[in-house]
């Protein structure tokens, strides 16, 4: 699958949650809260999630494992370039 250049900004937005909550590097947020919350706060559709975890996991950004999404060194270095989320 290609990975198109809003594949990086739903990434982002992935990213954004786990920022929202306050989480480091090796915190795990489970994938159903994350998708709820992806969806719920309009961030893009189901195809966009997918699209986003793709580009995460292939950037190192993020792990899956369990049903369960571990945010990485790499992933949490990425996150602070994020504005604040409010």
């Known amino acids: 699958m290609?990975?198109?250049p809003a594949d990086g900004d739903y990434a982002r937005a992935v990213l954004s949650i786990f920022k929202a909550r306050s989480l480091r590097a090796r915190q795990s947020l489970s994938l159903s809260e994350v998708r709820a919350?992806?969806?719920l706060k309009n961030m893009g559709r189901d195809a966009d999630f997918e699209a986003a975890l793709q580009f995460a996991t292939?950037?190192?950004?993020l792990a899956i494992a369990l049903?369960?999404?571990r945010l990485t060194p790499p992933g949490a270095e990425e996150m602070q370039t994020l504005p604040a989320f409010g």
């Open 67 to 69: 049903d369960w999404i």
């Open 58 to 61: 292939s950037r190192g950004w």
């Open 37 to 39: 919350a992806f969806l």
């Open 2 to 4: 290609t990975n198109l």
